[in-house]
């Protein structure tokens, strides 16, 4: 099969970009897997340019993989994403669709894989849905959530796009791919309703590395340490994070809290960016290798988002033996249930029950449970294999 999907700078051969997210990771992993089963793909990488003109042009090709750089005037997609009047997307984005079809006649996939879902996987969905190409999209999130924590920032004629947007997936994709079913009923009660014949629920795999790294020891201090690996985003809930941190100080507890995330130089909300530098250990994103020292060097996890389809984080830092406090909008929350950790599962509004919970959290031994079933739900090949037998039954 050849495959067609969204990928990122940091997959391409000479990328020395650290990758950040969970799509970025799966994407260079699963289609590792696919050339070593005698597929091919296609990874194609949006960037906005500052002049007028829409073009697809190949980056980059090794063995197996082809990467090529969709380039568009960024202009135009801020036009639409401000505008007052709804727009109709396939008018306005018909220059850029017409650009991704004619790649698509030229590159001749057999099909096309969404790994998320964003304004561009749109424009390639439109595209591949009148080339006629299968299609089949991976729910990484849900762009209605992720809109709503930023709806400030669009007016509601272009959230009201995004969402009609989001919606055409349903009548354009062949399968969906939901990560869990906390995900799949997310997106039937807030987008869509997904027909039976679409829907199949696929795990996130890991990586294998953490697996293989694995140590039940702390790397140095004797200080409780409190970490967190989430991107600078409304959704992640950073502010649960930076109240939690100020109640454990004054109740004198000699906890520290450790955040891998990049705050933006910017001076937008610059008070609670001062505030979470001042009282939380901040920690440019790393290399996986790093990432493992990291969570060896903390005791435990939290992560209060608002909303998470299937946070990788979880998983990873289970495989190190290191267990994560969720928020109840976390898509874990099933499998907690299923391996009787639903202590690990908290309401993040209130900092001094959160501290208490923490404190009895910390007495417990890790809980074994849930991360066998990590081993054995989410092994790779286990994982990727099912999206090949997928994706030979839409072809």
């Given at each position: 099969?050849?495959?067609?999907?969204?990928?990122?700078?940091?997959?391409?051969?000479?990328g020395?970009?650290?990758?950040?997210?969970?799509?970025?990771?799966?994407s260079?992993?699963?289609?590792?897997?696919?050339?070593e089963?005698?597929?091919?793909?296609?990874?194609i990488?949006?960037?906005?340019?500052?002049?007028?003109?829409?073009?697809?042009?190949?980056?980059?090709?090794?063995?197996g993989?082809?990467?090529?750089?969709?380039?568009?005037?960024?202009?135009?997609?801020?036009?639409?994403?401000?505008?007052?009047?709804?727009?109709?997307?396939?008018?306005?984005?018909?220059?850029?669709?017409?650009?991704?079809?004619?790649?698509?006649?030229?590159?001749?996939p057999?099909?096309?894989?969404?790994?998320?879902?964003?304004?561009?996987?749109?424009?390639?969905?439109?595209a591949?849905?009148?080339e006629?190409?299968?299609?089949?999209?991976q729910?990484?999130?849900?762009a209605?959530?992720?809109?709503?924590?930023?709806?400030?920032?669009?007016?509601?004629?272009?959230?009201?796009?995004?969402?009609?947007?989001?919606?055409?997936?349903?009548?354009?994709?062949?399968?969906?791919?939901?990560?869990?079913?906390?995900?799949?009923?997310?997106?039937c009660?807030?987008?869509?309703?997904?027909?039976?014949?679409?829907a199949?629920?696929?795990?996130?795999?890991?990586?294998?590395?953490?697996?293989?790294?694995?140590?039940?020891?702390?790397s140095?201090?004797?200080?409780?340490?409190?970490?967190?690996?989430?991107?600078?985003?409304r959704?992640?809930?950073?502010?649960?994070?930076?109240?939690?941190?100020?109640?454990?100080?004054?109740?004198?507890?000699?906890?520290?809290?450790?955040?891998?995330t990049?705050?933006?130089?910017?001076k937008?909300?610059?008070?609670?960016?001062?505030?979470?530098?001042?009282?939380?250990?901040?920690?440019?994103?790393?290399?996986?290798?790093?990432?493992?020292?990291?969570?060896?060097?903390?005791?435990?996890?939290?992560?209060?988002?608002n909303?998470?389809?299937?946070?990788?984080?979880?998983?990873e830092?289970?495989?190190?033996?290191?267990?994560?406090?969720i928020?109840?909008?976390?898509?874990?929350?099933?499998?907690?249930?299923?391996?009787?950790?639903?202590?690990w599962?908290?309401d993040f509004?209130?900092?001094?029950?959160?501290?208490?919970?923490?404190?009895?959290?910390?007495?417990?031994p890790?809980?074994?449970?849930?991360?066998?079933?990590?081993?054995?739900?989410?092994?790779?090949?286990?994982?990727?294999?099912?999206?090949?037998?997928?994706?030979?039954?839409?072809?």
């Amino acid at each position: 099969m050849k495959i067609l999907s969204n990928e990122y700078l940091s997959n391409l051969p000479s990328g020395s970009k650290v990758a950040s997210g969970g799509p970025a990771h799966f994407s260079h992993a699963f289609s590792d897997f696919l050339n070593e089963n005698g597929h091919e793909w296609i990874g194609i990488i949006h960037q906005g340019n500052d002049g007028e003109k829409t073009n697809t042009i190949k980056k980059a090709g090794i063995m197996g993989k082809d990467f090529y750089i969709f380039s568009y005037p960024h202009t135009h997609r801020h036009a639409f994403m401000s505008s007052k009047k709804k727009l109709d997307p396939r008018e306005w984005f018909a220059p850029q669709i017409e650009s991704l079809r004619r790649l698509i006649r030229r590159a001749k996939p057999d099909m096309l894989f969404l790994n998320g879902y964003s304004v561009f996987a749109w424009k390639l969905l439109e595209a591949a849905r009148l080339e006629g190409l299968p299609i089949v999209i991976q729910h990484a999130g849900i762009a209605q959530v992720e809109f709503e924590q930023y709806k400030d920032l669009y007016t509601r004629a272009a959230r009201m796009a995004v969402l009609q947007m989001e919606q055409d997936i349903v009548e354009a994709a062949t399968k969906q791919v939901f990560l869990n079913e906390f995900s799949r009923d997310a997106f039937c009660e807030r987008v869509a309703k997904v027909p039976e014949h679409q829907a199949v629920v696929i795990p996130l795999p890991y990586q294998e590395i953490f697996a293989t790294h694995a140590s039940t020891k702390k790397s140095a201090g004797s200080e409780i340490v409190i970490g967190c690996v989430a991107r600078w985003d409304r959704i992640k809930n950073h502010q649960a994070i930076l109240r939690l941190a100020l109640e454990a100080k004054k109740q004198g507890l000699d906890w520290h809290f450790r955040s891998v995330t990049k705050i933006p130089e910017t001076k937008v909300h610059i008070r609670f960016k001062n505030s979470y530098r001042k009282e939380i250990e901040v920690v440019a994103p790393m290399s996986t290798q790093d990432l493992i020292k990291f969570y060896k060097s903390v005791d435990l996890l939290v992560l209060p988002s608002n909303f998470d389809v299937s946070p990788t984080v979880v998983m990873e830092a289970a495989l190190q033996y290191r267990p994560t406090l969720i928020s109840k909008n976390v898509g874990w929350v099933s499998e907690y249930r299923a391996s009787g950790i639903e202590d690990w599962i908290m309401d993040f509004s209130d900092e001094k029950k959160l501290v208490q919970r923490l404190h009895t959290l910390l007495q417990k031994p890790f809980p074994l449970k849930f991360r066998n079933m990590v081993l054995l739900k989410h092994d790779p090949k286990k994982v990727f294999g099912m999206y090949v037998k997928l994706f030979s039954s839409v072809v």
